[in-house]
């Protein structure tokens, strides 16, 4: 029998073809070029093999945010689980209708969003599945808020708040130290250790960006170190007090002391807003524009890097200029 060749059109989807020659079945494999995968891989399978990476890599945060946004998700399936495959913008639509009917706030629901879609560009570079693009038509992009900035007689007044719990006490003083250097974050705080401070210079390497930034140590800071001493020796403020392997937990679980004080403190005073660890940041940037200090000064001492542009000029800054732009700050909320 002569060898009979056929063409055929097929959907790029089809799962099994058969033709009879003769009586004889044959089977149409589809081409390795745009085959699917033979065995599904599942959201939750590649998301834990991605926050595995990210703790190996000792991006504990970044692995939280994950692990958040995933839980999220799996709220919404049915199964709680779905094969990579099946992810298509009808099934993102009604997930943002999901969170939208949770009193979710725009924001909340883009970063939820975000982080499935790294998740599932992942994928698509992993070839186990084809890009459908499914995130064209929900909320990805992050709308401006309303800066929780406070100006400094706020920052005065806190700084000279009488009738406070020791509890209190500390609180508002880690609030002033984040304030101090300049809207440090209180989980590099958390990590500081004695080694950070060389030469009358406080060095640190952001864990969110992993950029590193110097501060010229002032004695308000020192201030504050004395009046609070960590039990630990191995961190410099008493944050997290065990070197157990839980160091996480323990920043975490203070994090959530601190602010929880500080809001006690905020009410006490009658501050429209809720007063957190995170007011430190917006207020020392506003607070240095008010003193006329140039936006590319306020950029390099917030650690900024979004803005390439800032960041060319930002190489050759002379780090005293912005040193002693913290000590004016600083001498303003300390002026009797």
């Not at 990805?140 to 007689?153: E, F, L, S, V, Y």
Request: charged share 25%; glycine share 4%.
């Amino acid at each position: 029998m002569k060898n009979i060749e056929i063409s055929l059109t097929l959907p790029n989807n089809y799962q099994d073809i058969r033709i009879l020659l003769n009586g004889t079945a044959m089977r149409l494999v589809p081409d390795d070029t745009t085959q699917q995968p033979v065995n599904g891989t599942t959201l939750r399978t590649l998301a834990a093999r991605i926050n595995t990476e990210l703790k190996t890599d000792g991006r504990q945060r970044a692995a939280e945010i994950y692990r958040t946004a995933v839980n999220s998700f799996s709220r919404f399936l049915p199964d709680g689980d779905i094969d990579l495959r099946n992810i298509d913008e009808h099934l993102m639509r009604r997930y943002q209708t999901f969170l939208i009917n949770r009193d979710l706030k725009h924001n909340t629901i883009a970063f939820y969003m975000r982080v499935i879609r790294s998740i599932y560009r992942r994928a698509v570079d992993e070839g186990l599945t084809t890009d459908r693009q499914p995130f064209t038509h929900v909320f990805t992009t992050m709308t401006q808020t309303n800066k929780r900035a406070i100006n400094i007689d706020v920052i005065r007044r806190i700084s000279q708040l009488k009738g406070l719990t020791e509890k209190e006490e500390l609180a508002r003083d880690l609030f002033l130290f984040s304030f101090y250097t300049r809207g440090m974050s209180y989980v590099d705080m958390a990590y500081l250790t004695p080694h950070n401070i060389s030469g009358g210079i406080l060095t640190y390497r952001r864990r969110k960006s992993r950029q590193q930034l110097s501060i010229r140590w002032e004695p308000a800071m020192q201030d504050i170190v004395d009046r609070h001493p960590s039990s630990n020796p191995d961190y410099l403020l008493p944050i997290i007090k065990n070197s157990n392997g839980c160091e996480r937990s323990q920043y975490r679980e203070s994090y959530r002391t601190i602010n929880a004080l500080l809001r006690q403190i905020g009410n006490r005073l009658n501050l429209p807003e809720p007063l957190t660890t995170y007011v430190t940041r917006h207020s020392w940037a506003s607070i240095a524009r008010t003193l006329n200090a140039p936006i590319s000064v306020i950029s390099e001492g917030m650690g900024h890097t979004s803005e390439s542009t800032t960041n060319i000029y930002l190489r050759t800054l002379d780090t005293t200029q912005l040193d002693n732009l913290n000590s004016n700050i600083i001498r303003s909320v300390n002026m009797p």
